[in-house]
């Protein structure tokens, strides 16, 4: 492939705009580099694209239209593009939406915009005071650095005014300088930690892949607090030290103001930040910066991902098995599986780094693809907390209520002593279970071997592995008493008007994705949480992740049972991973914690291993058992989900495809649903979802979009391809 185009040459550009083709432009006046940014006519608009490569010459070259400018950007690199063909490859995504996830930042193609800079002026102020000392003190102890206005107010401790007094009389400068400057430069030896010898094993484990270079992933396993962080910032450093950048991916809850402060106090600045919170002008000045060298360091959410890198070295997927790494809108992709593929592309080495590993990397560290470096101890003062189940056959508890007596003892004696609870039901709104209260029997599905789960707005049952719905029975099915049939359970909302009438004196605040209208409201309401505005605090699996609660001191598992025999593939292991993080919340700071959980099967073989920490047994059976049924990772799986404003037109169109599965046949994939899917209204469409399950070996993914093919989506339906999805509920 040509690696430079003179003018007039035929190039392909390919465009953001939803074309399923590479248009062909001519090159401009002066030529392009292939993987230039450049802006072409497209119809009467102008349009951001890329340049692919050669053009396909299929058009008449005379009515072949210019590229109209190349923009000041680096071109996108050849690693890059092969990521971003690959990964639509995989995920069955067309290429103009894979380069819309590329180049999301504003004024791309905009000159660099400028803003005023001060720096020491030279000339002596008719008059010293205090604060005018200050403002050229730490002028002269930067040297030659310039500040904006109002960097330079703060860091002296003075009002802009008196900045502004001083530029008056020349003692200080005032000069225009590009918006977009580059991030400070990381010292890699600044602030390390002396580390125990556990960590420092593990931390030369990690630098001993960066120093051999070339593609290699590792599973950093240790539980909450054995200092996984403290040890990948090791492998940051060494890669900061081979002039390489790196990426550190946190689930975009845990991107909080305390995670940059221990990266400033390690390498002594600020690195750069990538997430839904950060300003538009902000995001196109990393994505410059990334894409000029001049970040070397990025913090973000899955999408930093896509930022132009030109040198990565090392990718770090911090709680490598939060289901926040898989985004379940627009492009379907799990970023974890795209952090890997776009470092073995680029030959950069990637940590996953984890207290409970999904059963995907586990399996990949058994087998060898992985490395696995463990770190046994919790560093320090804090201890894991003392882990207790209460037997709730042996518990007197009303119906209608689900704390139990020895709970309450539990949590009575933390607000004695001003300390937090925290209460876990991993279940928001709705009743998981319809029950016969007359003869105690569950609703289960005809066709399978599940429970039905009720769902309000389809005022419907439904079996969440087949997708079979019905309305809910005036009488029971097993013993046919007549109205008797109740939602049985409680979300987490139900619970906290249960803990206000345990305890009207407390502060009880409940902590639910769906109660917060922004993950910035949730963040901010976290931190207060944490300062100690709350007594008790009610909470599904989002407080599972990695907040810091000081004040907490005891954590109670409303149902540990809730899902060790639900019908998702994935519930054991979510089960394990929620109940050892919620533990490892309890007692983090130098009070000791202790976390209990309610079950009625204290020997399940779950409850055994998160309180004996035979997490490998656990691991084994959990694999042995998705094995023995051929689903990931020993089997292949994907998702469909259809949607539209009309729910009959929706499941019409779901039907149609349930019905002509002949490609899906031929590899021999089977079809489940159509079914609502997990998230199934949003923004007033519904939605709804057909699973596939094929074979480890298979070419899903061409039989998928030859089965897809063969749908029309006619007005406002549309259709999505979710490969190895996550949620089932
Ligand atoms: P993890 O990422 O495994 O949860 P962290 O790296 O966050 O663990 O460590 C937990 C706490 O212990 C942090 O506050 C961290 O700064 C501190 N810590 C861990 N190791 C050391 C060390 N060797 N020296 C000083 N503090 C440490
Ligand atoms: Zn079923």
Same mark, same amino acid.
């Given at each position: 492939?040509?690696?430079?185009?003179?003018?007039?040459?035929?190039?392909?550009?390919?465009?953001?705009?939803?074309?399923?083709?590479?248009?062909?432009?001519?090159?401009?006046?002066?030529?392009?580099?292939?993987?230039?940014?450049?802006?072409?006519?497209?119809?009467?608009?102008?349009?951001?694209?890329?340049?692919?490569?050669?053009?396909?010459?299929?058009?008449?070259?005379?009515?072949?239209?210019?590229?109209?400018?190349?923009?000041?950007?680096?071109?996108?690199?050849?690693?890059?593009?092969?990521?971003?063909?690959?990964?639509?490859?995989?995920?069955?995504?067309?290429?103009?939406?894979?380069?819309?996830?590329?180049?999301?930042?504003?004024?791309?193609?905009?000159?660099?915009?400028?803003?005023?800079?001060?720096?020491? *002026? %030279?000339?002596?102020?008719?008059?010293?005071? +205090? =604060?005018?000392?200050?403002? &050229?003190?730490?002028?002269? #102890?930067? /040297? @030659?650095?310039?500040?904006?206005?109002?960097?330079?107010?703060?860091?002296?401790?003075?009002?802009?005014?008196?900045?502004?007094?001083?530029?008056?009389?020349?003692?200080?400068?005032?000069?225009?300088?590009?918006?977009?400057?580059?991030?400070?430069?990381?010292?890699?030896?600044? *602030? %390390?930690?002396?580390?125990?010898?556990?960590? +420092? =094993?593990?931390?030369?484990? &990690?630098?001993?892949?960066? #120093?051999? /270079? @070339?593609?290699?992933?590792?599973?950093?396993?240790?539980?909450?607090?054995?200092?996984?962080?403290?040890?990948?910032?090791?492998?940051?450093?060494?890669?900061?030290?081979h002039g390489q950048q790196a990426l550190v991916l946190l689930p975009e809850i845990a991107l909080s103001g305390e995670f940059l402060t221990r990266v400033e106090a390690r390498f002594g600045a600020k690195p750069a930040e990538w997430h839904s919170g950060v300003t538009m002008t902000e995001r196109r000045r990393v994505w410059r910066m990334v894409g000029q060298g001049d970040a070397q360091l990025v913090v973000g959410?899955?999408?930093?991902?896509?930022?132009?890198?030109?040198?990565?070295?090392?990718?770090?997927?911090?709680?490598?098995?939060?289901?926040?790494?898989?985004?379940?809108?627009?492009?379907?992709?799990?970023?974890?599986?795209?952090?890997?593929?776009?470092?073995?592309?680029?030959?950069?080495?990637?940590?996953?780094?984890?207290?409970?590993?999904?059963?995907?990397?586990?399996?990949?560290?058994?087998?060898?693809?992985?490395?696995?470096?463990?770190?046994i101890s919790r560093f320090g003062e804090s201890v894991l907390p003392e882990m207790r189940t209460i037997d709730m056959r042996r518990e007197d508890v009303p119906a209608g209520e689900w704390i139990s007596p020895a709970l309450r003892r539990a949590v009575d004696k933390r607000m004695e002593a001003g300390e937090q609870s925290l209460l876990f039901l991993n279940r928001r709104g709705y009743a998981p279970v319809t029950?016969?209260?007359?003869?105690?029997?569950q609703i289960g599905c005809d066709q399978c071997d599940a429970k039905m789960v009720e769902h309000r707005f389809l005022k419907r049952l439904m079996c969440h592995q087949c997708g079979e719905t019905k309305p809910i029975p005036e009488t029971c099915p097993s013993c046919a008493a007549e109205g008797k049939l109740a939602p049985v359970g409680p979300g987490v909302e139900r619970l906290a008007e249960e803990a206000a009438?345990?305890?009207?004196?407390?502060?009880?605040?409940?902590?639910?994705?769906?109660?917060?209208?922004?993950?910035?409201?949730?963040?901010?309401?976290?931190?207060?949480?944490?300062?100690?505005?709350?007594?008790?605090?009610?909470?599904?699996?989002?407080?599972?992740?990695?907040?810091?609660?000081?004040?907490?001191?005891?954590?109670?598992?409303?149902?540990?049972?809730?899902?060790?025999?639900?019908?998702?593939?994935?519930?054991?292991?979510?089960?394990?991973?929620?109940?050892?993080?919620?533990?490892?919340?309890?007692?983090?700071?130098?009070?000791?914690?202790?976390?209990?959980?309610?079950?009625?099967?204290?020997?399940?073989?779950?409850?055994?291993?998160?309180?004996?920490?035979?997490?490998?047994?656990?691991?084994?059976?959990?694999?042995?058992?998705?094995?023995?049924?051929?689903?990931?990772?020993?089997?292949?799986?994907?998702?469909?989900?259809?949607?539209?404003?009309?729910?009959?037109?929706?499941?019409?169109?779901?039907?149609?495809?349930?019905?002509?599965?002949?490609?899906?046949?031929?590899?021999?994939?089977?079809?489940?649903?159509?079914?609502?899917?997990?998230?199934?209204?949003?923004?007033?469409?519904?939605?709804?979802?057909?699973?596939?399950?094929?074979?480890?070996?298979?070419?899903?993914?061409?039989?998928?979009?030859?089965?897809?093919?063969?749908?029309?989506?006619?007005?406002?339906?549309?259709?999505?391809?979710?490969?190895?999805?996550?949620?089932?509920?």
């Open positions: 492939m040509k690696s430079y185009f003179d003018e007039g040459d035929l190039v392909g550009v390919l465009t953001a705009q939803p074309l399923d083709r590479v248009l062909d432009y001519r090159a401009p006046e002066g030529g392009c580099h292939l993987g230039a940014y450049v802006e072409v006519p497209l119809g009467p608009r102008k349009v951001l694209g890329v340049v692919w490569g050669e053009g396909r010459g299929d058009w008449d070259y005379a009515k072949v239209r210019s590229v109209i400018r190349v923009l000041d950007a680096a071109p996108m690199r050849d690693e890059m593009r092969s990521f971003l063909e690959k990964m639509g490859a995989y995920t069955l995504t067309p290429m103009s939406a894979m380069l819309r996830l590329a180049t999301r930042a504003p004024g791309l193609g905009d000159p660099p915009s400028m803003r005023k800079v001060y720096r020491l *002026g %030279g000339v002596e102020p008719d008059r010293m005071t +205090s =604060a005018r000392e200050q403002v &050229l003190g730490v002028l002269r #102890d930067y /040297g @030659g650095l310039s500040f904006t206005l109002t960097e330079l107010a703060e860091l002296a401790g003075v009002t802009t005014g008196v900045v502004k007094g001083l530029v008056k009389q020349g003692a200080v400068s005032e000069e225009d300088a590009p918006r977009d400057l580059p991030f400070p430069r990381l010292d890699p030896d600044y *602030g %390390g930690k002396d580390l125990t010898e556990d960590q +420092s =094993a593990a931390a030369s484990r &990690l630098r001993a892949g960066v #120093d051999a /270079g @070339g593609y290699g992933t590792v599973l950093l396993k240790g539980v909450t607090g054995s200092g996984k962080t403290e040890v990948y910032l090791e492998a940051v450093a060494e890669a900061l030290r959410a899955r999408s930093a991902l896509f930022l132009p890198y030109q040198n990565l070295g090392l990718i770090v997927v911090d709680e490598e098995h939060d289901t926040s790494y898989k985004q379940e809108e627009g492009v379907f992709y799990n970023a974890r599986d795209m952090a890997v593929l776009r470092a073995s592309l680029c030959g950069a080495r990637v940590v996953l780094a984890s207290a409970t590993p999904c059963l995907e990397t586990w399996a990949n560290a058994e087998s060898g693809k992985y490395e696995r470096v463990e770190l029950i016969c209260r007359a003869c105690g029997h009438r345990h305890w009207p004196d407390a502060r009880v605040v409940v902590l639910s994705s769906d109660l917060f209208g922004s993950a910035r409201a949730l963040k901010e309401r976290i931190e207060e949480i944490a300062k100690g505005d709350a007594d008790i605090i009610i909470g599904t699996q989002l407080v599972a992740k990695g907040h810091n609660f000081p004040l907490l001191t005891l954590v109670g598992v409303i149902d540990a049972d809730l899902g060790l025999q639900g019908s998702d593939l994935r519930a054991a292991e979510r089960t394990f991973q929620l109940m050892r993080q919620v533990a490892g919340r309890a007692g983090r700071a130098e009070r000791p914690g202790e976390a209990v959980m309610q079950t009625y099967q204290p020997e399940h073989p779950v409850i055994r291993a998160i309180l004996g920490g035979d997490e490998e047994a656990f691991w084994r059976a959990e694999a042995a058992g998705r094995e023995a049924a051929g689903v990931p990772p020993y089997g292949r799986m994907a998702g469909i989900i259809l949607s539209g404003p009309d729910v009959q037109e929706v499941f019409d169109l779901g039907n149609f495809l349930a019905r002509n599965t002949a490609p899906l046949a031929r590899v021999g994939a089977q079809v489940y649903g159509p079914a609502p899917a997990p998230i199934a209204r949003v923004r007033g469409r519904h939605r709804v979802r057909l699973l596939v399950k094929a074979g480890k070996g298979v070419a899903l993914q061409s039989a998928l979009s030859q089965w897809v093919s063969q749908a029309k989506l006619k007005g406002q339906l549309r259709l999505a391809v979710d490969i190895d999805p996550q949620s089932f509920f």
